[in-house]
T-cell receptor
Framework: AQSVTQPDIHITVSEGASLELRCNYS??????LFWYVQSPGQGLQLLLK??????LVQGIKGFEAEFKRSQSSFNLRKPSVHWSDAAEYFC???????????FGGGTRLMVKP | DTGVSQNPRHKITKRGQNVTFRCDPI?????LYWYRQTLGQGPEFLTY????????KSRLLSDRFSAERPKGSFSTLEIQRTEQGDSAMYLC???????????????FGSGTQLSVL
């Protein structure tokens, strides 16, 4: 069965600094991968997804992620973090049947002024 | 669209009581999902519907849990004889069936936070 691991439970960065959130997946074939963001009191919002093709994908809010098959990773990056990016971030993989997302445990991002 | 709506936003109940949550998906979305999220964890799949048919249920969905979507529109999730371990955020999401790309259009509600005392 597919699974997703987010090794970092908490990350704190200074505003304006670069950000990388790690995601490792376990999946037998080419995965469909997603990053979501969840702000307090809000539903999950899709940041970006990878289905196939270019391994560097661009998303909303200035985020990007790179799919690396050799490392089974799909890390999320942002060159310059804004205070409003403080939230919880979830990586997810679609199952074989294409009808269910499996989420990682999440990484809580805190932004220092 | 008005987004996925979940009610109530918060529910506090005593152990042993029954609770029911409601989810109103985006209009014309034929797929509806329920997920559970405990503190510090990612959402865990519970069940999903395509129209009124419940197509899959997780092992997490014990006999005390039941979900319905009677007319293929809104859905309810009922928990009978609640236990403290049921305390969690219950998330609903909806989408339109299609190719794998339909998950690009999976919209989540803000959830119902259940606290069992």
């Amino acid at each position: 069965a597919q699974s997703v691991t987010q090794p970092d439970i908490h990350i704190t960065v200074s505003e304006g600094a670069s950000l990388e959130l790690r995601c490792n997946y376990s999946y037998g074939a080419t995965p469909y991968l997603f990053w979501y963001v969840q702000s307090p009191g809000q539903g999950l919002q899709l940041l970006l997804k990878y289905f196939s093709g270019d391994t560097l994908v661009q998303g909303i809010k200035g985020f990007e992620a790179e799919f690396k098959r050799s490392q089974s990773s799909f890390n999320l990056r942002k060159p310059s973090v804004h205070w409003s990016d403080a939230a919880e971030y979830f990586c997810a993989v679609l199952n074989n049947a294409g009808n269910m997302l499996t989420f990682g445990g999440g990484t809580r991002l805190m932004v220092k002024p | 669209d008005t987004g996925v709506s979940q009610n109530p936003r918060h529910k506090i109940t005593k152990r042993g009581q029954n609770v029911t949550f409601r989810c109103d998906p985006i209009s014309e979305h034929n797929r509806l999902y329920w997920y559970r999220q405990t503190l510090g964890q990612g959402p865990e799949f519970l069940t999903y519907f395509q129209n009124e048919a419940q197509l899959e249920k997780s092992r997490l969905l014990s006999d005390r849990f039941s979900a319905e979507r009677p007319k293929g529109s809104f859905s309810t999730l009922e928990i009978q004889r609640t236990e403290q371990g049921d305390s969690a955020m219950y998330l609903c999401a909806s989408s339109v069936e299609g190719s794998g790309a339909f998950f690009e259009k999976l919209f989540f509600g803000s959830g119902t936070q259940l606290s069992v005392l």
